[in-house]
C-alpha cells in the first residue's frame, strides 16, 4: 500500500460493531458495485484537499442522482450532516473499510501469461490494499522467472505454498480449459475469494468461496451494443 492510503487509513476507527466498518449484510449488488466507484472520486477528491461535499456536487461528478447516492450511504449508516453534506476524508475511510482495503488481502496470480503478466506489474493491487504474493504457472520459460516482484512457481507447487503462505484470493488468467480444476485446488486449499478472468463459470459449492467473473468480452459487446443503437438512430434519420 502507498504513503497516499496508509496517511488516511491509519485514521480509521475499525470497531467490529460499526456496521460502516462491516459492511451489512443483505445490501443490493447494485450498491455494491458502485462502492468502488465512490472510492475512487472521493480518492481524488483527497488529492485535491477537497475537504467536503455534497451529495448534488458528488452526483454531477459521477452522473449518478443525489437520491441514489444518500440511499446508498444510508445502507451504512449515512455518514452524512444535514447542511453540511459529507466530510471526504471521513466518508473515504469509511468505504475503504466497507471494501476491505485495510485488512491488506493477499493473492496469488494463476497464469502467467499476457494478461497474468500484465496485471502481476500493475499498481491497481497497492492501491486497494490488496498484496499480491507470487505466480504460478506450468511453462518451464516462464517458472523461476519474476514478473516485476513477484516470483513464478509451478503449479506443482501450489498446495504446498498455499499450506505455507496466507492467501485470500487467486486471480486466475489461465486457459479456459484448465479453469475449474485451478479453482478446484485453490477453495480445497482454502483461498475464499477468485478474481476470474478465464471465461469457464464453475460451481463451487462445497466450499465457502466468492467468485467474481469478469467477462472482458461481455464488456467490448455492451459498448457495441450502445454504438450500435447510435449508427440505427442515425441512419433512422437520414
Not at 464453475?202 to 443503437?229: I, K, P
Amino acid at each position: 500500500m502507498n504513503d497516499f492510503d496508509q496517511t488516511y487509513l491509519d485514521t480509521t476507527d475499525r470497531r467490529a460493531d460499526d456496521p460502516a466498518a462491516t459492511g451489512r449484510l443483505g445490501v443490493s449488488p447494485a450498491v455494491i458495485k458502485r462502492l468502488p466507484r465512490y472510492y475512487r472520486y472521493l480518492r481524488e477528491l483527497i488529492r485535491q484537499d477537497k475537504l467536503r461535499i455534497s451529495s448534488s456536487e458528488l452526483s454531477r461528478m459521477m452522473n449518478v442522482t443525489a437520491s441514489q447516492i444518500r440511499q446508498d450511504f444510508n445502507c451504512f449508516g449515512g455518514f452524512g450532516q444535514q447542511g453540511y453534506g459529507y466530510n471526504v476524508k471521513y466518508l473515504y475511510v469509511k468505504i475503504s473499510e466497507i471494501l476491505g482495503v485495510s485488512r491488506h488481502f493477499t493473492a496469488i496470480i494463476i497464469g502467467a501469461g499476457n494478461l497474468g503478466r500484465a496485471l502481476g506489474r500493475n499498481p491497481m493491487f497497492a492501491k486497494r490494499g490488496v498484496v499480491p504474493t507470487a505466480m504460478f504457472d506450468v511453462d518451464p520459460a516462464m517458472v523461476g522467472k519474476r514478473v516485476g516482484e513477484l516470483p513464478v512457481f509451478h503449479m506443482d507447487q501450489l498446495e504446498q505454498y498455499l499450506a505455507e503462505n496466507h492467501t485470500d484470493l487467486a486471480v486466475l488468467t489461465l486457459p479456459k480449459e484448465c479453469a475449474a480444476d485451478a479453482a478446484y485446488r485453490l477453495a480445497a486449499a482454502g483461498v475464499r475469494g477468485l478474481w476470474n478472468f478465464t471465461g469457464s463459470e464453475f460451481a463451487l459449492s462445497d466450499f465457502d468461496v466468492r467468485v467474481e467473473n469478469v467477462h472482458l468480452g461481455d464488456s467490448l459487446m455492451t459498448l457495441c451494443y450502445e454504438l450500435n443503437l447510435m449508427h440505427t438512430e442515425e441512419e433512422r434519420k437520414k
